[in-house]
Nanobody
């Protein structure tokens, strides 16, 4: 079972960088496909990035973050990362990590979710 805890959010000026971390305190992190989602205030949850299980050889990104964000995983540390560069005000949202048993960008297939971390990029 995946038990997820995000960290690394905060306030950053446009053009800056943040790195989000998501630690899985469960025992089978490497078995899960992992994803990052975000939810801007007053809007629905949207896909940001996903990474395949095991060695994480496959990744995929939303068009809005492609070329600026990088998802990665360290199975030895049971940790998922999201490196966010060239931040924009429209990146402001609550960011969640999630775990699934399938490789998908659809949040309904993710079985475990963290509590989220806020990222704010003032305009």
């Amino acid at each position: 079972q995946a038990l997820l805890l995000e960290s690394g959010g905060g306030l950053m000026q446009a053009g800056g960088s943040l790195r989000l971390s998501c630690v899985d305190s469960g025992r089978t992190f490497s078995n899960y496909y992992m994803g990052w989602f975000r939810q801007p205030l007053g809007k629905g949850r949207e896909f940001v990035a996903r990474i395949s299980s095991a060695e994480g050889r496959s990744t995929d990104y939303a068009d809005s973050v492609k070329g600026r964000f990088t998802i990665s995983r360290d199975n030895a540390k049971n940790t998922l990362y999201l490196q966010m560069d060239s931040l924009k005000p429209e990146d402001t949202a609550f960011y969640y990590c999630a775990a699934a048993l399938v490789y998908t960008d659809n949040p309904k297939y993710y079985d475990f979710w963290g509590q989220g971390t806020q990222v704010t990029v003032p305009s």
